[in-house]
């Protein structure tokens, strides 16, 4: 079993859809939680990041970690065409090797 | 500007051939690392550096090696490719702060093929 899954989509909304992007983990271990969007072709780039439990927004993005459930999740309101990307979320521990777990991606196609 | 870049893009090879992938950051980071990325798996970690000649093995090391001999540069060398290590490789660099979050920086990616 991987230690962090993620559903692959794709996930094909319309334009000002809100859009939910779920990942699940099993280690515990885990205090940093981030999310990053991949266009094609790109590399990865941070969109926000959260330490333990609890929610950060930051415009139309808004980031949710539940770790007694082991469950994050990532909000899109009022979505955008320039939203579409694969969204990867990612995990590390505070210390040690700073290693990023990723789950597997999420590809979101935002139709106009 | 402040990037990490990687050559080459893109490289298809034969089984055996040894290549290396090189990588460089301008952002004056300590640490360093290597991901493979395949379908279905994400992204895992090959190999990292926390500073000049520091080098320690990631999630997936075999049939890679890396060396870290100056602050900027941390080239991945494949001495016999096989076709299981054809895949999206990126670099990635971040600081090494004493606690709390860092941000690691991607570059754009290598695309492998081995034939």
């Known amino acids: 079993q991987k230690e962090v899954e993620q559903d692959p989509g794709p996930l094909s909304v319309p334009e000002g859809a809100i859009v939910s992007l779920n990942c699940t983990y099993s280690?515990?271990?885990?205090?940093?939680f981030m999310w990053y969007r991949q266009y094609s072709r790109k590399g990865p780039e941070l969109l926000m990041y959260?330490?333990?439990?609890g929610n950060k927004e930051d415009g139309r993005f808004t980031a949710q970690v539940d770790k007694s459930s082991k469950y994050i999740s990532l909000f899109i309101r009022d979505s955008q065409p320039s939203d579409s990307a694969t969204y990867l979320c990612?995990?590390?521990?505070?210390?040690?090797?700073?290693?990023?777990?990723f789950g597997s991606g999420t590809r979101l196609q935002v139709q106009p | 500007e402040a990037q990490v870049t990687q050559n080459p893009r893109y490289l298809i090879t034969v089984t055996g051939k040894k290549l290396t992938v090189t990588c460089s950051q301008n952002?004056?980071?300590?640490?360093m690392s290597w991901y493979r990325q395949d379908p279905g798996l994400g992204l895992r970690q090959i190999y990292y550096?926390?500073?000049?000649?520091?080098?320690d093995k990631g999630d997936v090391p075999e049939g890679y090696k890396v060396s870290r001999k100056e602050k900027r540069n941390f080239p991945l060398i494949l001495e016999s490719p096989s076709p299981n290590q054809t895949s999206l490789y990126f670099c990635?660099?971040?600081?090494?702060?004493?606690?709390?979050?860092?941000?690691?920086?991607f570059g754009p990616g290598t695309r492998l093929t081995v034939t």
């Open positions: 990612a995990m590390s521990a505070a210390t040690g090797r700073r290693a990023l777990t």
């Open positions: 959260t330490y333990s439990s």
């Open positions: 990635a660099s971040s600081f090494t702060s004493t606690g709390g979050f860092y941000e690691q920086y």
């Open positions: 952002m004056n980071h300590e640490y």
């Open positions: 280690n515990s271990a885990f205090q940093y």
């Open positions: 550096s926390m500073n000049v000649e520091v080098t």
